[in-house]
T-cell receptor
């Protein structure tokens, strides 16, 4: 298995532009998580899906952030308009629903820089 | 106030030595406590997962302990190797579904030859 796949790996954009981050979870996993990591705040959970349905989006910082999961093998995190403070590494993770102690598998992350 | 505090913030040790990383939490009740290893430029990888009823969990040279009374966990690394150089993150999840998380800011470990 290729693991969790994220694209792009790096994104540099200007303030005000729309940014779309993509994630392909591990096949058969029915939980998908989006995280943000910065030096100041560490890892933060933004939103998670179960069976393609958003369950908890309380970590989404603002209305500028939105996430979708149109099918079991694809999810997007969109920022519109982007701001310099959105610069961070965004991780996607997935796991099975076998139990709440199941391991989450993280993707390699997308490093976003907003100028 | 962060409900998961890790110490030290950074640590440098010689190859072959042992070390212990600390995690103090205030989250209560909680579902489970996890330790992750994150190499530079990569996503976190799970090392151990402990439920609130477990006291210790091992994964090779990594041993995690949990004291639910004092709300402390530690990660002990035995006979460190250069490849252990990474950030180690403590994560406490709650409630029973285990899908809501408090993250520590991590300990950066550097193992030198």
């Amino acid at each position: 298995d290729a693991g969790v796949i994220q694209s792009p790996r790096h994104e540099v954009t200007e303030m005000g532009q729309e940014v779309t981050l993509r994630c392909k979870p591990i096949s058969g996993h029915d939980y998908l998580f989006w995280y943000r990591q910065t030096m100041m705040r560490g890892l933060e959970l933004l939103i998670y899906f179960n069976n393609n349905v958003p369950i908890d989006d309380s970590g989404m910082p603002e209305d500028r952030f939105s996430a979708k999961m149109p099918n079991a093998s694809f999810s997007t995190l969109k920022i519109q308009p982007s701001e310099p403070r959105d610069s961070a590494v965004y991780f996607c993770a997935s796991r099975t629903s076998g139990g709440h102690t199941d391991t989450q598998y993280f993707g390699p992350g997308t490093r976003l820089t907003v100028l | 106030k962060n409900q998961v505090e890790q110490s030290p913030q950074s640590l440098i040790i010689l190859e072959g030595k042992n070390c212990t990383l600390q995690c103090n939490y205030t989250v209560s009740p909680f579902s489970n406590l996890r330790w992750y290893k994150q190499d530079t430029g990569r996503g976190p990888v799970s090392l151990t997962i402990m439920t609130f009823s477990e006291n210790t969990k091992s994964n090779g040279r990594y041993t995690a302990t949990l004291d639910a009374d004092t709300k402390q966990s530690s990660l002990h690394i035995t006979a460190s190797q250069l490849s252990d150089s990474a950030s180690y993150i403590c994560v406490v999840s709650f409630p029973l579904t285990g899908n809501q998380f408090y993250f520590g800011t991590g300990t950066s470990l550097t193992v030198i030859p």
